[in-house]
């Protein structure tokens, strides 16, 4: 097979479904997903049959329990991809919608008009429950293409197989929905030039593939990183309400990305507030790594190096540093952020507002624990994502960010004088 | 010099400014750009004498006399850039706008602030006013790194050598505008791999630069390509609005991007508002290559080739093509549109409703003239281009598309259970 033809070929119908499915009313787009819920759980047994042979294939190739954790399709996990689409039915469709309408001095009326991005690629690791979750963001507002793991390959397959014959039983474009089953490796490389067709890329995975995409696209890539989540602890923080929201931060699910990574403290409030925290988070089993003024503090903690301040743990592994003020704090976190979430807590009316205010990274909580930092919990529905570049989406990224605006004008046979 | 070393550096300087500039008052601000444009005014001779060495080049090189006279900076010219100036200093800061503000059900309250996209880099040819006009809007919410053609070197390094003294005047970080004079040719491909410190590339100029700037950038890239708009004019429209509004399209301003042309005509309307349109057309100078049905009712018509359904003139030539319909007008549309801007002509409801809804190009009009499809006709106030890829932007970009928005989180303690 010639892949670069065959990636120009799926990616050319992809963009003919996009146009129609942009003209799709939202019952039918609903209709759509439920019906591909219901495929999803009445094929379960042939879904993990398919599993079946990536799993063998990960245990044959001795890849890390974890990693083979990631790849299975239990039926609780079917059932989730299922209850996904639900979901995502029922989300208001953001299609259509005018944000704002005005007139100008000759009497034209000017709006725009959210109407769908268009071709999305997505390409991702490991998860085949991503195949779903992201068809329903995407066929919800125009068309995707997937490319997954070569790990996940059969049960990503499969997904994809149950998945398009739901579009075609509708009468719809199967097109719309492409997941790429080559595991020739220039598959990618071919997909990311066609900036004719695809209008956005979503790299879902490892530093590494993320750098690969976005140095080799053509098209516009929106970039999840990492995070290295900070709180910082302000003077006249309630020290109960500190407590509570770092160890969520960090102990609650220390592996993803919204997890505190590093805690800094102000200097007015560390003699108390850091014995206590240091041995709340040992009784959690977090190591701390601290400056000096942590350490002499807290006996227990592991000297920082350098490197520690840009650390993604994903761990029960925590950095502490004593800063003299908020604006040591701000400082700090500009010169190690990844731009994800940065939370204050205070009472200080004066200091809430300047943090947020002055702190521009993705998502700036005040008084909250940064595990919010969650598409969910900030009440955007499913996510697609959480985007640490600025361009067109900054932070969690739901369904309305799959949309673009156009500019809509009414006259009344108006010229240009 | 070490011009990787060299832009390197210049980004990083601007990136660091772009912080300061990002916690600025709108009138800080606002009255650094009025200062800037009275320092254009009252250097206007330094500025006509450093631009007199790029019109004597321009001229010893044999340039064309319409391309030296887009060098030109006269009087009337400097005075316009400096206008520009005071404009964008008139329009409302986006920055620190709350777009929207709900309550989730464990009653943190999440929100959405407009911050500036960051440090935007342009890449343009020819006309030095770019390099007062971009800055202006780039520094209301930013800092900028401009890389205009050779040919205004001198103009062009003139022109930010005196807005960056205003900036340095009022004690800001003059690192926020960087006119970038190297001629080395290098220099823009070692911009392009900014990704750290340039939030978004801005090509404007030729297809060609478009082109190597989107194959090449690392960097998110919002492309302005071309204005190939289509004004159809239906079976019921008033034929008196529809000459108005077609005559104003393609002969007020032919040599622009949102300059009608092709015309479509519905099959029902064409026996009697093509000899019509014709006759007007020519009275204007304007040459119609049209299809068979268009020639066998206007005489003087040359007949088209395929290729002229896909020319952006920017002349008085117009395409015209009789259609069966209104689906046969769209399908016309969708298969030849630069995605700028689509007018229909009609007083039917339904179809101008159903026009509006299909058509996704950046601009959509009903019963007014393509030539609306701009910035500050549209009332966005100045603009920075007009956006025809769909990420972040679409259409006509103002002040606002120069923005991004965060999360902003306020709670009392919540946890994630």
């Known amino acids: ?39 999803l759980e009445s094929d379960a047994t042939h879904l993990q049959h398919e599993n079946e042979k ?17 790849l299975v399709l239990n ?23 005018v944000t704002g309408m005005w007139k100008r001095p000759n009497g034209i009326q000017v709006g725009r008009m959210r109407i769908p991005l268009g071709v999305i690629g997505i390409i991702f690791e490991s998860r085949p429950n991503v ?24 049960s990503n397959s499969a997904i994809g197989t149950i998945l398009k014959a739901q579009l075609t039983a509708l009468g719809l474009p199967s097109g719309a929905l492409q997941v790429i089953t080559t595991t020739d490796r220039n598959a990618v490389s071919e997909l990311l030039k066609r900036d004719e067709e695809i209008d956005l890329i979503i790299p879902r995975g490892g530093e590494s593939l993320i750098r690969f995409v976005s140095e080799n696209s053509r098209i516009p890539v929106i970039k999840h ?26 102990v609650q699910r220390p592996g993803v990305c919204n997890a505190m990574e590093t805690l800094l403290v102000h200097k007015d409030i560390a003699e108390t507030f850091i014995p206590r925290i240091a041995h709340e988070m040992e009784q959690n089993k977090v190591e701390i790594r601290g400056c000096s003024v942590t350490c002499s503090l807290a006996p227990s903690a592991k000297t920082a190096t350098d490197a520690d301040w840009d650390e993604e743990y994903l761990d029960l592994i925590l ?53 919010f930092s969650d598409g969910g919990e900030l009440g955007l529905g499913a996510e697609i994502g959480i985007s640490t570049t600025k361009l067109h989406s900054f932070g969690p990224m739901g369904l309305e960010d799959l949309t673009t605006r156009k500019f809509i004008v009414f006259g009344d046979g108006q010229v240009r004088p």
């Open 1 to 39: 097979m010639n892949v670069a033809q065959h990636i120009q070929d799926l990616s050319c119908e992809a963009k003919q479904a996009a146009n129609i499915m942009a003209n799709l009313s939202s019952a039918v787009k609903n209709d759509l997903l439920c019906r591909m819920a219901d495929a």
């Open 319 to 371: 950095a502490v540093r004593v800063v003299d003020n908020l604006d040591q704090a701000i400082e700090h976190i500009r010169q190690h952020t990844s731009l994800h979430t940065e939370v204050i807590v205070t009472n200080s009316y004066a200091n809430s507002q300047k943090f947020v205010r002055s702190v521009n990274s993705s998502v700036i909580m005040v008084n909250a624990s940064s595990r």
């Open 225 to 250: 990183y990492k995070g290295v989540c900070h709180t910082f602890v302000d003077a006249d923080a309630d020290a109960d309400m500190a407590s509570k929201i770092c160890l969520n931060a960090k």
């Open 75 to 97: 039926d609780d996990r079917i059932k989730a991809m299922a209850d996904g689409l639900r979901e995502v039915a029922s989300l208001p469709d953001p299609v259509g919608e």
């Open 131 to 154: 195949t779903a979750d992201a068809a329903a963001l995407c066929l919800k507002s125009g068309a995707v293409i997937l490319r997954g793991g070569s790990e996940a390959i059969h």
């Open 54 to 70: 990536d799993l063998n294939a990960a245990r044959a190739n001795g890849l890390a329990p974890a990693m083979i954790d990631r």
